[in-house]
């Protein structure tokens, strides 16, 4: 399994609008991917030469772990950002969510018709 950058668009904070219009992506799932969702705080950490630590830095962390357990390569995320940014604190808000595929249904759930 590899990480893959689904895109790169930015919507508006989630939760704030009413209204809010957020880009959506659609691809094929194979049962054991995983769909990692995270606030920016975690690619514009900073380091001490306030190099933030970067999508790309994100990606390659990602592939590193992506044979553990998702807690383990959750942790592990956060371990390497706060040892890049040699703080043990975030400057901005941090929030990772993932989704597991444990199933793949073969006919249309009755919610999405």
């Given at each position: 399994?590899?990480?893959?950058?689904?895109?790169t668009?930015?919507?508006?904070?989630?939760?704030?609008?009413?209204?809010?219009?957020?880009?959506t992506?659609?691809?094929?799932?194979?049962?054991?991917?995983?769909?990692?969702?995270?606030?920016?705080?975690?690619?514009?950490?900073?380091?001490?030469?306030?190099?933030?630590?970067?999508?790309?830095?994100?990606?390659?962390?990602?592939?590193?772990?992506?044979?553990?357990?998702?807690?383990?390569?959750?942790?592990?995320?956060?371990?390497?950002?706060?040892?890049?940014?040699?703080?043990?604190?975030?400057?901005?808000?941090?929030?990772?969510?993932?989704?597991?595929?444990?199933?793949?249904?073969?006919?249309?759930?009755?919610?999405?018709?």
């Amino acid at each position: 399994m590899a990480g893959e950058w689904l895109g790169t668009k930015k919507g508006p904070a989630l939760g704030l609008f009413a209204e809010g219009q957020f880009p959506t992506h659609r691809c094929s799932m194979e049962v054991g991917d995983l769909i990692a969702l995270f606030t920016d705080g975690l690619i514009e950490a900073e380091g001490p030469d306030h190099e933030s630590f970067s999508a790309e830095r994100l990606l390659a962390a990602v592939n590193q772990r992506a044979q553990l357990p998702t807690n383990e390569l959750f942790a592990g995320l956060l371990d390497e950002i706060k040892h890049f940014s040699a703080s043990s604190e975030f400057e901005d808000d941090v929030c990772v969510v993932g989704v597991e595929v444990k199933r793949l249904e073969t006919q249309q759930p009755n919610w999405m018709v």
